[in-house]
């Protein structure tokens, strides 16, 4: 029997530890999850909730409740991974082998990476919706907001999801427009990319939107400081944007654990080939989510098609056949550009696939059908 460890139960994790155990056999593999969490969160719907469209109570679950039947949990955090000797560690003291190891860790915010984030956050109009308790707090401050600068802060690629600052930014216009203060609110965008996409048709689409409904882009700016007493984010390249709202995206790695070992990067993301999702350096190690230097965007529509792609090859392996799935980098980043229409950008390491449409449909989709079909069939691998 093979053993499979999985570190972390977020949407990768638990999405490609169903489907191996919708393929595996209780004989074939025993399967473990260890996550130092005990719930699990839909991180996609922050943005609903920053906009009273969905409750933070609907985006969290008991951990047990999504982990399926036949998988082992094990509440515990890791802290060293062993990959010479196929076992890992945990805080709570346990040693735990395995014949594969899937991470599947995340991605880790950096808060101390903008000088006066951390200390000055959910104060005085610094806020973030990258975390659930931010997003209730943003989305406070935008239905008490009466006029000023409101900026919208990211940081340099890679983060996950990054479309999420841009419909934070045309969200909050179309707020301000349709509830009668446009003309007494300012909205930026900043990045550290030459324009406000990196992908066409999409970024010529969102330009024109962006110019349009006269959102300002900031190009070629990766925050560095905070200055709340006078209320400015600087940027490393020396330039200052006044703010009275300022929502941030942290800067993103990955996590600590990985730290000088050979399956990761300088910043701790796992290094694995983007096809076949298998670690540089050991054949019996996985990457699936955030954790993974996959040069695609980091999303949960990502993590969905590679955990397809991870257990069909695995369960091969294990079998002892050839896994011949291919992981083409597709992801979706589903922008909402204002109350009523959303325009989906699908692309993979090769092409874009979807036409650069703001519809109604896309809005339906997204607000309404995501979140239901993500607990009900995604999670147990059956989409
Ligand atoms: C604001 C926002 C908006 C988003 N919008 C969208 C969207 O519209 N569409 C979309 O597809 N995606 C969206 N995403 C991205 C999506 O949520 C992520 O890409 C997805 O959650 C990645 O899954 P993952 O399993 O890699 O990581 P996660 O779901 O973050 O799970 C990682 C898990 O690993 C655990 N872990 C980490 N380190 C350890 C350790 N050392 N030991 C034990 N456990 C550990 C954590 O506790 C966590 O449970 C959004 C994200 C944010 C923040």
Redo the contacts with the bound molecule.
């Keep these: 029997m093979s053993r499979i460890v999985i ?9 490609v530890a169903a489907r191996l155990r919708n393929t595996l056999s209780m004989d074939e593999a025993k399967i473990t999850i ?4 005990d ?9 609903l909730v920053a906009f009273g469209l969905d409750e933070p109570e609907n985006l969290v679950r008991p ?1 047990a409740s999504v982990i399926p039947p036949g998988v082992t949990f094990i509440h ?4 060293s991974i062993t990959p010479d000797g196929n076992y890992i560690e ?2 709570g003291g346990r040693k735990l082998e395995y014949d594969y190891l899937i991470l ?5 915010y950096n808060w101390d990476e903008i000088e006066g984030l951390k200390d000055n956050l959910g104060k005085d109009g610094v806020h973030t ?3 659930l308790e931010g ?1 209730v707090g943003t989305k406070k401050a935008i239905e008490e907001f009466e006029g000023g600068e409101f900026v919208v802060i990211q940081p340099p690629m890679p983060f ?2 990054p ?2 600052p841009l ?1 934070m930014a045309m969200m909050a216009e179309d707020y301000f427009t349709r509830k009668g203060i446009r003309n007494k609110v300012n909205v930026t965008l900043t990045t550290a990319l030459p324009s406000v996409f990196s992908r066409e048709p999409y970024a010529s689409k969102l330009t024109e939107i962006f110019k349009n409904r006269n959102i300002h882009v900031e190009t070629g700016f990766n925050p560095g400081k905070i200055d709340p007493d006078n209320k400015i984010v600087k940027s490393w390249e020396g330039k200052e944007i006044k703010y009275d709202i300022a929502v941030v ?1 942290p800067h993103n790695e990955g ?3 990985y730290e000088d070992s050979p399956v990761a990067d300088p910043s701790n993301f796992i290094k694995a080939d983007k096809h076949k999702l298998i670690s540089d350096a050991f054949d019996n190690i996985y990457a ?5 230097n996959y040069p695609t ?8 098609k590679q955990a397809e792609v991870l257990a069909r090859n695995l369960a091969a392996k294990i079998r002892g056949q050839e896994g011949k799935a291919s992981y083409t980098g597709h ?4 922008l909402l550009t204002r109350h009523g229409k959303a325009l989906f950008a699908e692309f993979d390491y090769d092409k874009s696939i979807s036409p650069a449409e703001e519809m109604w449909s896309s809005w339906i989709l ?1 607000v309404y059908m ?1 979140r239901p079909l993500y607990w009900s069939l995604m999670l147990r691998g059956r989409l």
């Design positions: 570190v972390g139960g977020g949407s990768g994790g638990i999405m260890v996550d130092r969490s719930k699990h969160v839909y991180q996609p719907a922050f943005t951990m515990d955090e890791v802290v945990t805080k599947g860790s995340g991605a880790k919706f990258y975390t997003s996950k999801c479309g999420a419909k995206t996590e600590d654990v699936i989510g955030d954790c993974a965007s980091k999303t949960g529509a990502g993590a969905r992801t979706i980043c589903p997204k995501l």
